[in-house]
């Protein structure tokens, strides 16, 4: 798989960058938000979670639907969201590298142009993403370019078990290359 | 108030989403590739980062300038770990990129989104087992109040031994193509 890295930026730039971004808003959210919180993604996709759970009456009460349906920071969250869209948006028409796409190329060369396999995979693999998010208390933005960097306990877990579970699933998905050492 | 929570989420959003767009990470063979250890671009830029924020973060912190946020340690961090890389090696990219990747053009990732929104319901659907089964038993704090010394001691080693990574990586494997 051919990838043009001359036009993306160097992963150096890139990582100083988020870095810079990391530090900088987290003193904008702690005044905010209420409570000091590194900035994450998943209570972002817990407030679409809370809006939708406010049609069960069950669920009225329930301790994860009120944190991301009250807090400040899921409604903060819910906007980043947004805004990595259209951050995602703007950068790939910037670079010339928008392109509406279906399908990952690299699947469809694997695993064929059925599109309903890959839809269904689509959806379990995210319903297991949101539900870890949740459990694991973040995502690889919360829980490792954040926590990681605070060096918290439990997100040094969290982010281990993040690739622990990607590197096994990734393996099972593709064993033929899995398993050799080709680097060049 | 919530004009301003609402412009600082969509303004670092979209500061975000632009780095990650613009340095590739979002690209569903490389997140691949990463997992099967095949590319690591994605891995350079994460340690990158985590190197560089870790140090400004504690250098802050030291200097009473910010309070450090801490994630508490229990055996959902362990389990709901796990059950999320499974998530994001059968999707081929993480919640931030799967967000990005909507406004690249890539359709699936749409899906994904009510997907990951639907996840997190089904888990306030099954809180009450999981918190009496995992989530208990919790330690708070950084990792240098387990091991009793002081957060220089592990930020050091931490760093250097990233960069090492880091640098072994960017020795062996070109970013220029993902080997499968």
Redesign the interface.
Known sequence: MQIDNSREWHWLKGGLLTSLLSVATYFVFSAIAERHYPFGVTAGFGYIAAAFARFFDGLRDNPVIQRFGTKPDALIEFFLVIGLIIGGFTAAKLSKTWSPEWLPATWVKYHGKSSTRRVAVVILGSILLGYGAAMSGGCTTGNILQGWAHLSLGSIVAGASFFAGGIITARLLYPRTGGDHAAH | ??L???????????????????????????V??M????DF??L???????????I??YL?GDAGL?????????W?????????????????Y???????????????SI???????????????T?KP?KSA?LTGE????????LGIN?WF??IP?AVLFAGIIWLANK?????????
Not at chain 2, 96 to 107: M, N, S
Not at chain 2, 139 to 146: H, K
């Open positions: 108030m919530l301003i929570k609402i412009l600082f989420g969509l303004i670092t959003g979209f500061l975000f989403g632009y780095i990650l767009t613009r340095t590739g990470v979002t690209k569903y063979p490389r691949m590739g997992l099967l250890l095949k671009k994605i350079k830029f994460m340690l990158t980062a985590v190197i560089s924020s870790m400004l973060f802050l910010l309070t450090l946020s801490l994630k508490t340690l229990d959902g961090k362990l389990v709901g770990g796990l059950i999320f890389g499974v998530g994001m090696g059968l999707l081929g993480c919640p931030g990129t799967l967000a990005a990747r909507i406004g690249e053009g890539k359709r699936e899906i994904a989104l009510f997907g990951m929104a639907f996840g997190i319901f089904i888990y306030a659907w809180i999981v995992l330690i708070t704090g950084d990792i240098s109040v387990l957060h592990i930020i931490a062996h494997v070109s970013d220029d193509r993902v080997n499968f």
